[in-house]
């Protein structure tokens, strides 16, 4: 873990270490995987926020196909700040996922390990920075930004819960992230066959010759057979395939 704290925030409230520990275990047993990953990904921020002490501002940054996306941040301002870090290569969110999985600071004006991003997120009012990388054994799926306005607004203890709590989100986020691909391929199966079943029909093709015009026409348009097969679907021009391929003599 790597860290900058100061002393605790005057007058912050402050659950039971017990009952915070209940709170937090509660919430991550209610985030189930459901097959909308901008979804899942608003209960994740909204949970933290209502159980995490000192959490006044909130997002996930996730990493899709190589590229950092922000997802359901709490506020215009960590949306911001999640462009910055994109952006400026450098920050807790960034690191969170491929160096130290910690982040915890207790003053962002005096931090300068991030010359850049530091100055910018105190220029924003953010103090307090708690960065988690959510990933599951096999998967990085991205970051988890906790933040407030309030120097040292994260202890120990809150740090050790947020960590699994992010192990749990992570978790029910790669579940979702399962979901999508599989609908996904689902549908493209569907597109597909639907097509092959309109080329066949149009041009008396058997199934075999009408998923290889499929693919030709595909390969000559730079695109996918899906996108071929939705394209069919949607104009219902199935003319514009090419034509069935000729038996061999």
Request: hydrophobic share 45%.
């Amino acid at each position: 873990m790597d860290e900058t704290v100061g002393p605790p925030a005057a007058g912050r409230a402050a659950m039971g270490r017990d009952e915070l520990a209940d709170t937090v275990a509660k919430a991550v047993r209610e985030l189930e995987p459901e097959p909308d990953v901008d979804g899942t990904v608003g209960h994740i921020v909204a949970a933290a926020m209502a159980t995490i002490a000192g959490v006044e501002d909130a997002g996930v940054s996730l990493l899709e196909s190589g590229q950092v996306r922000s997802v359901a941040p709490s506020s215009a301002i960590v949306a911001e700040l999640d462009r910055l870090q994109v952006e400026l290569g450098e920050g807790p969110c960034v690191d969170a996922m491929v160096d130290c999985p910690v982040y915890r600071v207790g003053d962002l004006a005096a931090d300068r390990r991030w010359p850049r991003f530091a100055p910018a997120a105190a220029g924003r009012g953010m103090r307090s920075l708690l960065g988690v990388r959510l990933f599951t054994s096999s998967h990085l799926v991205g970051a988890l930004n906790l933040y407030s306005h309030h120097r040292a607004a994260f202890d120990p203890p809150a740090e050790r819960l947020v960590e699994l709590f992010a192990a749990h989100a992570a978790v029910a986020l790669a579940g979702s992230q399962r979901q999508v691909r599989l609908q996904a391929a689902l549908d493209s199966r569907d597109v597909i066959s639907t097509a092959k079943g309109m080329l066949m029909q149009r041009f008396d093709l058997s199934p075999e010759q009408a998923f290889d015009a499929l693919v030709r026409t595909s390969q000559q348009r730079n695109t996918t057979p899906q996108r071929v097969a939705q394209a069919i679907l949607t104009t219902h021009q199935p003319a514009a395939a090419p034509g069935p391929p000729q038996p061999p003599s």
